[in-house]
C-alpha cells in the first residue's frame, strides 16, 4: 500500500476562500483521523470517523470547518470562508481497529491564507 | 483533560552520544504510548507502541519505558547518529469508553552533529 495520501502538499489562499483538503487512507483501515499542526499548539485532534461514520468532532474549531467521509477511501476537510488563523500544517492518519493499533500518517498539508 | 510534555522542546548533542528523552501525562488512565518520529516538511512516523501492560518495548537502537503510576515515558536512543535529527512526539490513547483519540506533547527537536 502507498499509505495514507493526501493533497495537495501545499495550498495558499486568500482570506475568504473556500479551501478544500482531501485524504485517502490505507485500504481497509477502520479509523480516519484529521489533524492540525501548529508551532503554538501542537497537534490537534480535529475530528475522526469509524467505518466512514463521524465519531467525534469536538476539535473542530468553528463552523467554518467541516469534513466528510463519502466512502471507505476518501475523506475531506472543507474550510470556508478560510481565515489567516486557519494557516497550519493539515495531517490526515488512519487506523485499523483495536486498542493498540500505530497510527498512519500522511505527508500533511501545509495552509497559507493571505 | 489529558495533557502530555514533552521538556525540554529542543535538544542539540554531538553524535555517539546515548540520549532520554521525556514524556509526562497528567491522567493514567491510558490503553498505550507511542512515540513518533517526524521529518522537516513530512509526517509522522510510529517509532514504538508501548501497551498501558507493559513496561519497555525496543526497537534497534531505540528502547521506550512506561511508568504509567507516575505517568512518565522515556525513549532512549543509543549511539546517536546525524540520522536520528528530527523531532520526536510522544502520544496517549485514552482509556475513555473506547475512545480512540491519540493526545499529543508538543514534540522534542533533536539535532545530532557530526
Known amino acids: 500500500d502507498a499509505g495514507v495520501i493526501q493533497s495537495p502538499r501545499h495550498e495558499v489562499t486568500e482570506m475568504g476562500q473556500e479551501v478544500t483538503l482531501r485524504c485517502k487512507p490505507i485500504?481497509?483501515?477502520?479509523?480516519l483521523f484529521w489533524y492540525r499542526q501548529t508551532m503554538m499548539r501542537g497537534l490537534e485532534l480535529l475530528i475522526y470517523f469509524n467505518n466512514n461514520v463521524p465519531i467525534d468532532d469536538s476539535g473542530m474549531p468553528e463552523d467554518r470547518f467541516s469534513a466528510k467521509m463519502p466512502n471507505a477511501s476518501f475523506s475531506t476537510l472543507k474550510i470556508q470562508p478560510s481565515e489567516p488563523r486557519d494557516s497550519a500544517v493539515y495531517f490526515c492518519?488512519?487506523?485499523?481497529?483495536?486498542?493498540?493499533?500505530?497510527?498512519?500518517f500522511g505527508q500533511g498539508t501545509r495552509l497559507t491564507v493571505v | 483533560k489529558q495533557e502530555v510534555t514533552q521538556i525540554p522542546a529542543a535538544l542539540s548533542v554531538p553524535e555517539g552520544e546515548n540520549l532520554v528523552l521525556n514524556c509526562s501525562f497528567t491522567d493514567s488512565a491510558i490503553y498505550n504510548l507511542q512515540w513518533f518520529r517526524q521529518d522537516p516538511g513530512k509526517g509522522l512516523t510510529s517509532l514504538l507502541l508501548?501497551?498501558?501492560?507493559?513496561r519497555e518495548q525496543t526497537s534497534g537502537r531505540l528502547n521506550a519505558s512506561l511508568d504509567k503510576s507516575s505517568g512518565r515515558s522515556t525513549l532512549y536512543i543509543a549511539a546517536s547518529q546525524p540520522g536520528d535529527s528530527a523531532t520526536y512526539l510522544c502520544a496517549v490513547k485514552g482509556d475513555q469508553g473506547g475512545s480512540e483519540k491519540l493526545v499529543f506533547g508538543k514534540g522534542m527537536k533533536l539535532t545530532v552533529n557530526p
Open positions: 508501548i501497551q498501558s501492560s507493559q
Open positions: 485500504s481497509g483501515h477502520d479509523y
Open positions: 492518519a488512519s487506523s485499523l481497529a483495536g486498542r493498540d493499533t500505530e497510527a498512519f
